[in-house]
């Protein structure tokens, strides 16, 4: 796992350049490998199901995952803290979840996902999961155009920024064979 760690860590270094920062540079880094780390360990939950098929499915959905959070919060401190949240308040941690009714589905407040980031990136595992499911018939770059809006036909361009800087990077830095 260490080597996709590295992955990772690198398609986001890429994305957003450590330097983007205020924080000192190994602040950064050292916080984007927690990130890489927990991105991958909830896509290598058994208990969740991976968004892409095959071998390589639960990469290319930490890959998925972590671009979308590129493109929500630009992996910023103040959001991965909970200082800053998006949507006028209604958006936390680092995927920029929306806390309808005080609560995600999973029971979760916004205090709590930006108090386990793993369950940031849970619950947005399971926002994209229904999108990529209520859009299935879609082209995959579109699929996620129901995330944002919970609309397929709205969206579009925004699913596929997300979804197309995530399979962008895949097509070109091959994965470590461990994936």
């Known amino acids: 796992m260490p080597d996709l760690v590295t992955y990772l860590m690198s398609a986001m270094a890429a994305w957003v350049p450590l330097h983007a920062h205020a924080e000192p540079g190994d602040e950064t880094r050292a916080r984007y490998e927690a990130i890489a780390r927990d991105a991958l360990a909830v896509a290598t939950d058994e208990a969740e199901a991976p968004i892409f098929p095959g071998p390589q499915g639960r990469a290319q959905t930490a890959l998925l995952m972590l671009a979308v959070a590129s493109l929500e919060s630009a ?18 941690c680092l995927m920029q979840i929306r806390v309808g009714d005080g609560v995600t589905r999973e029971g979760w407040s916004g205090h709590d996902l930006v108090g386990d ?45 997300r979804v197309g800087r995530a399979l962008a990077w895949w097509d070109t830095h091959a994965p470590p064979r461990e994936s």
């Open 75 to 92: 992996y910023r401190k103040a959001v991965d803290d909970g200082t800053r949240l998006g949507d006028h308040g209604r958006s936390y």
């Open 117 to 161: 980031r793993t369950r940031c990136f849970r619950a947005g595992l399971h926002v994209l999961r229904g999108s990529f499911n209520a859009c299935r018939k879609l082209p995959l770059t579109d699929r996620m155009s129901a995330y944002a809006t919970g609309r397929c036909i709205e969206g579009l361009e925004s699913s596929r920024r």
